[in-house]
C-alpha cells in the first residue's frame, strides 16, 4: 500500500461502530438469503414437515451455523480484498491498509475472527483504541492493520 495512505488519520470509535451499523444491515439481508437456502436444502433433504411444525435441523444445526459464520467472514474478506473498503466502511470514507505490505486473505481472516473476540468481549478490543496511541483496536493490531479517513474528494 501506497506510504502516503499510512499518513491519513486513523478512523475513530464513532466512525467505525456507524460502519458497523450500515454493514449489519447488509449481513441481516445476506443472512435471511443464506437461511432460505438452508432451510430449502433441509426440506428436501428431510422431506416437508408435517402441517404445523418447524423445520427440525438434527444433527446439520453446527453444520448450518458454520457456514453462516464462513459467509459472514467472506463477505468481509472479499470487500477488503477487492478495495479495502465494506459499504458501510465507503459510506463513512474509511479504507482498511496493511501496516507493511498489500492486504491479504490471511490477514483479513484472522482480522475478522480477532474482531468477532473483539466483540463477544463485551466490545473491549474495539475500546482499546481509545487507549491506544496509534488509535488502533485489538483486531488491527492482531493482523497488523490499519484503518483511515480518507478525504473527501479521494474516497
Known sequence: MSEALKNYPSAGIFR???AMVYDSLL???ISIGYYAIAVGLN???QGQPPHGQKVEWGHSSWFVFSGWLVTMIGFYVFFWIKSGQTLGMRAWRMRLISESCRLTTGQCV???LAGIVSLLSF???YFWLLLD???QTLHDRVSKTLVI???KEQN
Open 16 to 18: 467505525r461502530l456507524a
Open 27 to 29: 449481513l441481516m439481508a
Open 43 to 45: 426440506v428436501l433433504i
Open 110 to 112: 484472522l482480522r475478522c
Open 123 to 125: 466490545g473491549l478490543g
Open 133 to 135: 496511541p496509534k488509535k
Open 149 to 151: 479517513v480518507l478525504p
